[in-house]
C-alpha cells in the first residue's frame, strides 16, 4: 500500500509524493511529532538516517539536530524535525 502526501513549497507549489515502507512510515512519524521531532531512540527504526535521507531527495525539508546521550553506550545522535508542510491524502491500494 502506498499513501499519498502533499508537500508545500515555500513558493506555494504543491507535490504529490507517492510513499510506502520505511519512507512513509518516517514521515508519518515526522509529521505527528511536530516541533518535538523524532529520534532513534524515542522512536526507534533500524536507519532514521536513511529514511531522511531519502525524504529529503523527494524535496522534504528536514533539520538534523545533533544530541548527546548517557549510558553504557553514551555518544551522540540526530534529532529529526519536519519542516516542510506536509499532509497525509490518502492510502492508494496497488495490485501486487
Do not use: N
Not at 509529521?31 to 536513511?50: E, K, L, N, V
Amino acid at each position: 500500500m502506498r499513501t499519498r502526501f502533499a508537500l508545500h513549497g515555500a513558493d506555494g507549489s504543491v507535490r504529490i509524493l507517492e510513499l510506502a515502507g520505511r519512507e512513509e512510515w518516517a514521515l508519518s512519524h515526522l509529521m505527528a511529532a511536530g516541533t518535538t521531532g523524532c529520534t532513534p531512540i524515542s522512536h526507534p527504526g533500524p536507519r532514521w538516517s536513511d529514511y531522511v535521507f531519502k525524504l529529503r531527495r523527494h524535496g522534504v525539508d528536514i533539520a538534523t539536530m545533533t544530541e548527546h546521550h548517557d549510558g553504557p553506550f553514551a555518544g551522540t545522535h540526530g534529532r529529526y524535525v519536519l519542516k516542510s508542510r506536509v499532509e497525509r491524502l490518502a492510502d492508494l491500494q496497488v495490485a501486487a
